[in-house]
């Protein structure tokens, strides 16, 4: 299950410039990741060098080994690779897509040419949360696997790393070195004279409505002994409450926490009296609540019934007699009709449509549901009154 998300997205721009002090020219490394409302992800990545440092046949052959290398890395993880090329810069650009966030996380954080040694966006609580971490060993590591540039040829690199996100919602905290407006948040990592880089970012969007899905509205609960199950969707992280309505009035039964994923559970909730009844969740967080709809169900244990089949439909007896039962017309397998001793086959025959329905409802036969077989020759009346002692019986021991 996906919830609805905010319409804005989630824009990570990771860029990377490798700049040749003695050329004037240098190396492009950019990453470009998009998140859309329901969780799914782009990451573009742009690699390219200045054409003027490719003229070097030495830094050329590094560079094609790498960017070969790269090809056949990125197309195993699923990416489409393309040549890059303009005026300036010639090398690939690669685009992979990700279902969910987690998928991202791990990409980001575990992926053996990501510059992060940590990262992770995820929604909780009604936030969007931004975590990541990197040093600036990683990434001058990172630039040698990718580029193929020695650690002598570093020493005349300027590598200035800046690393853009955007977030959906408005923004309530954040480390960047820059923010545009209430979107647009920069980090500029000095590599040079500093080891540890902690990046976060939060921001604030409207809940995800929380949804009761189970059990549907309009159910008929038969046996609440041991408590019914609740469950439904919501905003990851908020508590949930159940409420039983009854006009203005709410009475909580149960409460829990949505998980990561935006479910919830609330197992066993005991009913009370039978009845018809309305139930409704509240979403709670830090800052926010919201409701769901209020479905109704109606808590009534399924009442007893007593068939009496028509005339000429049995042949002696009711209730107690001992008759044979008619296999055609239902599987001999069926576990619900092995050995009731009470259905003639011509009941059977003629009725076994109706029956079929009652037990499809959970009714079953001897304990709610009662066939008032009769000897159709015999005197009517008397008849009756064996219905009624059979009767009295039954619901004295029901």
Known sequence: ???????QVVQLTLLTAVVIVTLACGIIFQSTTIVDEDENSTTVLTIAMDKSLLMDASINQRWQQQIDAMTEHMLLHGAVVQPYDDDLYKGIQTSITFPDLDSLNVQ?????????DSFTIKRWRGEFVFEAHTTSALISQRILQITGISESELLLVQFPLNISLQLPGDLIRTNADQIDGNEMQTWAIDWWFQEEHPLYATSRVPLILPVITEPETGARIKDASEGIDFAGTGEPGADIYLYRVEGDQRTVMATSQIDATGQWTLPTVQMGELGQYVFQVEERTDH?????????LEYRPLEPIVFVPGFYSCSEGIFHKDLKWHWGWFPSDDPGWETTGLVPGVSTLYYGALLRYFIDQGYE???NLFIACYDWA?????EASKLKEALDWECLNW
Request: charged content about 30%; hydrophobic content about 20%.
């Open 108 to 116: 980001q954080s575990s992926e053996e040419l990501s510059i992060f």
């Open 365 to 367: 036969l001897n304990e």
């Open 1 to 7: 299950m996906k919830s609805k998300k905010s319409h």
């Open 378 to 382: 015999s005197s009517l009346p008397e």
């Open 288 to 296: 926010e609540s919201s409701w769901s709809d209020r479905p109704s």
